[in-house]
């Protein structure tokens, strides 16, 4: 396939004697790593165009248009699209980028098109890949899906992907291909994260986005003036408002000329919403007329209709660059337009614009949920006993207290003077949820005879100098009726024992459990219910964990 592509676009390059690239204009491309001094190309997967440049000696390459030999065209690399980029002497190591994809549209250092070594066949080894040149992190999508998911057969080998499609390992006995919709092909060749509890992909995660227009180059024009993008419904809007029709180019100071860019692309993905938008943008340069200009941000659709919310400023009233917080100007209708796709920027008639940068942050949207933790086995105290896993604080704090201690005594470990101390941790809140309950259950007992009359229990919060820090609770193990070695098993509802101060600690991400000297514990268990703004009050027990 490649040496067919590559043969018949260099027939087309000598029909076009490709000469100066257009690329000083074009928008912003797409950045990634190569072998150093590689051509890379990107194809249009919809038209068979290529676009191609070369790799710094570092490996770094940024395709904005065809520069060298074998692109056949001269021109920018389109803004929207798909595209299959690859080196030109490993195309089969290539990889699927769409432009038309927020997280991909400016590529990053996620698009390594390096040539790979036949590594061969790997292994796993406690959930981890290895083969002949790297051992792979237990959290990488390959050990995901070799080793925990079993979606993938270690000993063919890491494989490649084409076309958004990927394709086992050269040691395969048995090559497979999967469609580019597979979740293998999503993981491994389009970036989507996989879940390694459920193996799926997971839904909404919070991104950021940077997209530029021009160059900010103090409105010089000696790379040519850059061109924006204004969308055919914003430039019928201008041509209904104005005498003249168009749009200026960035850099462009003449007069009686409005400028306009479209924003598009700005669709969130994976059920994420945009919670936030900062335009920054310089302007300036104007002739003597531009004083009573203005700008505005707004929502054009195709017929040249202006719809949803706006805002709009005279530029006298801004420094010359600027940033703009769209959130804190238009408000959550001004962003909840913005997920419809697109945003347009409009500059008035005697104004020149150097360059713009929109920033753009998606978030999930909050979902009551519940989650559960359990630590030891509840076997009524039988041997072996199940190690705990106090915080380096916590340990330091017991040791602070119980000097000759030793440490920690672990679950069902029957002992005198020795503290027992558990950290739960990894509870932290996500999505703009808050913890509005949480209920800790322990099986306690067994205690040295009448020692453990006298211990108590302790729900705090112990920070990594082994201080404690926040709200504290405790109680004697006789108002639980554990008494002469007696056992029971306790349930403290948090929010109630410790209020909300207490459940918006945990929100730190920890809770710390302590019993003293001469009681054993079986096991525990943690629930927390996580609720959004307006639900719940941390008061109550939370629901039961599905």
């Known amino acids: 396939m490649f040496s067919t592509r590559l043969a018949a676009a260099l027939a087309v390059m000598g029909a076009i004697a490709l000469t100066a690239s257009t690329s000083g204009a ?20 919809s038209t068979g165009v290529l676009y191609c440049d070369v790799a710094d000696a570092s490996g770094n390459f940024n395709i904005i248009g065809g520069a060298v030999p074998p692109s056949t065209s001269s021109g920018c690399l389109p803004t929207g699209g798909t595209f299959t980029f690859y080196e030109v002497v490993c195309e089969q190591d290539g990889m699927f980028v769409d432009r038309d994809d927020p997280a991909q549209q400016y590529g990053g250092d996620w698009l390594d098109l390096r040539c790979r070594v036949d590594c061969g066949g790997g292994k796993c080894d406690h959930g981890s890949y290895t083969d002949g040149c790297q051992s792979y992190a237990s ?34 006995a048995t090559p497979v291909s999967y469609a580019p919709s597979s979740l293998v092909s999503q993981v491994m060749c389009d970036g989507a994260t996989i879940n390694p509890d459920t193996c799926t992909t997971e839904g909404c995660h919070p991104y950021s986005v940077d997209l530029t227009a021009g160059v900010c180059d103090a409105f010089s024009t000696a790379n040519g003036a850059e061109t924006p993008s204004p969308s055919a419904g914003l430039l019928t809007y201008i041509s209904s408002v104005y005498s003249v029709s168009g749009s200026r180019a960035f850099d462009d100071p003449h007069a009686n000329q409005w400028f306009g ?29 531009n004083s009573n200009d203005s700008l505005a941000l707004m929502f054009v659709d195709g017929t040249g209709t202006r719809i949803g919310p706006s805002y709009g400023a005279a530029l006298s009233s801004l420094t010359p660059s600027f940033t703009i917080d769209i959130g804190a100007v238009g408000g959550p209708a001004m962003l909840a337009q913005m997920e419809n796709g697109w945003l347009d920027f409009i500059v008035q ?33 039988a041997s072996p006993s199940e ?54 259950t322990a099986t306690i007992g067994k205690g040295v005879g009448k020692l453990a009359n006298n211990d108590s229990l302790a729900l705090m919060f112990v920070d990594g100098s082994g201080t404690p820090v926040g709200t504290s609770f405790s109680a004697s193990l006789s108002s639980y009726g554990i008494l002469n070695g007696s056992t029971a098993t306790v349930s403290i509802n948090v929010g109630a024992v410790g209020g909300p101060a207490m459940l918006a600690q945990m929100e730190s991400g920890w809770l710390d459990f302590l019993v003293q000297d001469d009681t054993a514990v079986d096991c525990l268990s943690l629930k927390v219910a996580y609720c959004c703004k307006g639900n719940g009050t941390g008061g109550g027990a939370p629901p039961p964990t599905k």
């Open 261 to 289: 860019h479209t924003f598009t692309g700005l669709a969130p993905k994976n059920g994420s919403r945009i919670c936030g938008a900062k335009l920054s943008a310089t302007v300036g340069k104007g002739t003597e007329l």
């Open 26 to 45: 074009c928008p912003i491309g797409v950045q990634g790593i190569a072998d150093p001094n590689s051509v890379v190309c990107a194809e249009d997967t």
């Open 387 to 440: 190690a705990v896993s106090p915080s380096a604080g916590l340990g330091a704090y017991i040791a602070a207290v119980y000097p000759a201690s030793g440490g920690s005594r672990d679950f069902d470990e029957i002992t005198s003077d020795r503290g027992r101390g558990h950290t739960v941790s990894g509870r932290a809140p996500s999505h703009g949820a808050h913890i509005c309950g949480a209920e800790l």
């Open 139 to 172: 959290t990488s999508p390959v050990s995901i899906l070799m080793c925990q998911c079993d979606l993938l057969d270690p000993l063919c080998g890491v494989g490649s992907c084409s076309g958004g499609a990927y394709s086992t390992g050269a040691s395969c």
């Open 349 to 381: 008639d005697d104004t020149a614009v150097d360059c713009l940068d929109l920033q753009i942050d998606y978030c999930c949207p909050c979902e009551p949920s519940t989650d559960s933790v359990t630590a030891g086995t509840c076997d009524a105290f």
